[in-house]
């Protein structure tokens, strides 16, 4: 159960329109997890320095269990995601920031129990 957020202040008007669905179809991609199962905030207008500086910019957060803990997984995941914000967002790759975190199962609430206890464990 991946949970994406994109800060940025990138006024709305200059965020492209359904950003929020392609981020999550690719992040579902990029992790090979069901779309169904990704969460995405995207949040323009932020004010945000990135490098000491606030011309345009953005950071995005990855969070998810079993996919983002190691530097292997995330080399791959680095190379996709920043291809695809610097396309999406016009930004170059010295302007965004990518964080990933990995998570546990006890770390997410979900149909009143934690992912622990809920079965299909497979595909969170």
């Known amino acids: 159960m991946p949970f994406v957020e994109l ?19 690719a992040i579902a991609t990029f992790l090979g997890k069901p779309e169904n199962r990704v969460n995405v905030a995207v ?6 320095v990135v490098n000491g500086s606030a011309e ?3 950071q995005l957060l990855v969070s998810s ?22 396309k999406q967002l016009d930004l170059a790759q010295d302007r965004i920031i990518i964080r990933f975190l990995p998570l546990e199962p006890w770390q997410i ?3 009143g129990t934690i992912m622990t ?8």
Not at 17 to 25: H, M, N, P, W
Not at 43 to 48: N, Q, V
Not at 65 to 86: D, K, P, Q, S
Request: with cysteine; glycine share 14%; hydrophobic share 40%.
């Open 65 to 86: 269990i079993g996919v983002v803990g190691r530097a292997e997984h995330n080399r791959g995941h680095r190379a996709r995601l920043f291809e695809f914000l610097t």
């Open 109 to 111: 609430g979900k149909n």
């Open 56 to 58: 345009p910019c953005a």
């Open 43 to 48: 949040r323009p207008g932020l004010a945000r």
């Open 7 to 25: 800060d940025t202040n990138l006024p709305a008007g200059r965020v492209p329109a359904g950003l929020e669905k392609r981020l999550c179809a």
């Open 117 to 124: 206890f809920l079965i299909g464990m497979e595909d969170v």
